[in-house]
């Protein structure tokens, strides 16, 4: 059974700071997801990371994929207040199914 | 540009009552997913969609039940209703080969 962990669950972070995310997963993934939640709203699709060391960037998030460590970051650069959501890292399974971590709340506080 | 749609947003049942929720999808893809959202828990498979015509049980199947009406369509259903299935209720979708979901607005429903 494929399992996804998240850490922090929980993250509360000053603007301007810098932190990661952290995502490990427990069977062998060559992509793994990053999804977006705003509260109340539905999943938007952040990143899509899909081979050993691939590493994508968007404004302050930068993710990245080590398939042989089954380990992905989600890396926060000078947190601004608009980045508070939650994020979940996904790894897909047969017939693109995927199973999702637990996600991390991220409240940035000015 | 719709992408997935999802209806109804809200509802209210009581235990024992039975409700479909319905979601359909603009996107010309083929595979179609229900996933279930709890506090603290993410979101855990109901049932997936690899291809019209075909269905598959995921992770937390029970008291639920599917149907692939079309490639556009894809509803679950709810025959007796528990209050254990309070929950939040998202539709997705995504091509085949393990590409990244697209999700519909959820469905916010309360069993009591």
């Known amino acids: 059974e494929l399992k996804v962990e998240q850490n922090p669950l929980f993250l509360s972070m000053q603007e301007g700071k810098n932190y990661t995310i952290y995502c490990n997963y427990s069977?062998?993934?060559?992509?793994l997801y990053w999804y977006r939640q705003d509260p109340g709203k539905s999943l938007e699709s952040l990143f899509v990371?899909?081979?050993?060391?691939a590493v994508k960037q968007e404004g302050r998030l930068m993710a990245s994929l080590d398939t042989k460590a089954r380990l992905s970051t989600l890396h926060i650069t000078a947190a601004v207040h608009d980045l508070s959501a939650t994020y979940f890292c996904?790894?897909?399974?047969?017939?693109?199914?995927?199973?999702f971590g637990d996600g991390t709340t991220l409240t940035v506080k000015p | 540009n719709a992408g997935v749609t999802q209806t109804p947003k809200f509802q209210v049942l009581k235990t024992g009552q039975s409700m479909t929720l319905q979601c359909a999808q603009d996107?010309?893809?083929?595979?179609m997913y229900w996933y279930r959202q709890d506090p603290g828990m993410g979101l855990r498979l109901i049932y997936y969609?690899?291809?019209?015509?075909?269905?598959d049980k995921g992770e937390v199947p029970n008291g639920y039940n599917v149907s692939r009406l079309n490639k556009r369509e894809f509803s679950l259903r709810l025959e007796s209703a528990a209050p254990s299935q309070t929950s939040v209720y998202f539709c997705?979708?995504?091509?085949?080969?393990?590409?990244?979901?697209?999700f519909g607005q959820g469905t916010r429903l309360t069993v009591v």
């Open positions: 997705a979708s995504s091509y085949p080969g393990g590409t990244e979901a697209f």
């Open positions: 069977t062998t993934s060559d992509r």
């Open positions: 990371l899909l081979s050993n060391g």
């Open positions: 996904a790894v897909p399974l047969l017939a693109g199914k995927s199973t």
């Open positions: 996107m010309n893809h083929n595979s």
């Open positions: 969609s690899a291809s019209e015509g075909t269905t």
